[in-house]
């Protein structure tokens, strides 16, 4: 089991750069694909970046492609997901997840376990 923790998020007006973190404790974090999905309210939880095991490959929604990207520390059991030009639509509660399997899913029932999430709002 791992155990995930999101920080990073606030306000900032649109154009602005936000940087999320997700720290994993528990089991060997290198046995997890992560991903960062985000819900706006009224809305359903949707993908937003995966990371593989390895950190070779990642996956982004058409959304946010050339404006986010993630990436992993394994030394410090730590993914990232740096997010430049915002925009009012970006707002949502952000949340970390981890899952097992090899590749990246976006659907989010892959992923067994989930961070708390933070809020990020981004104001026009």
């Known amino acids: 089991q791992v155990q995930l923790v999101e920080s990073g998020g606030g306000l900032v007006q649109a154009g602005g750069s936000l940087r999320l973190s997700c720290a994993a404790s528990?089991?060997?974090?290198?046995?997890?694909?992560l991903a960062w999905f985000r819900q706006a309210p009224g809305k359903e939880r949707e993908f937003v970046a995966g990371?593989?095991?390895?950190?070779?490959?990642?996956n982004y929604a058409d959304s946010v492609k050339g404006r986010f990207t993630l990436s992993r520390d394994s030394a410090k059991n730590t993914v990232l997901l740096q997010m430049n030009k915002l925009k009012p639509e970006d707002t949502a509660v952000y949340y970390c997840?981890?899952?097992?399997?090899?590749?990246?899913?976006?659907?989010?029932?892959?992923?067994?376990?989930w961070g708390q999430g933070t809020q990020v709002t981004v104001s026009s």
């Open positions: 528990g089991r060997s974090f290198s046995n997890y694909g």
């Open positions: 990371i593989t095991r390895s950190g070779g490959n990642t």
């Open positions: 997840a981890a899952t097992p399997v090899l590749s990246i899913h976006y659907s989010a029932n892959y992923y067994p376990y």
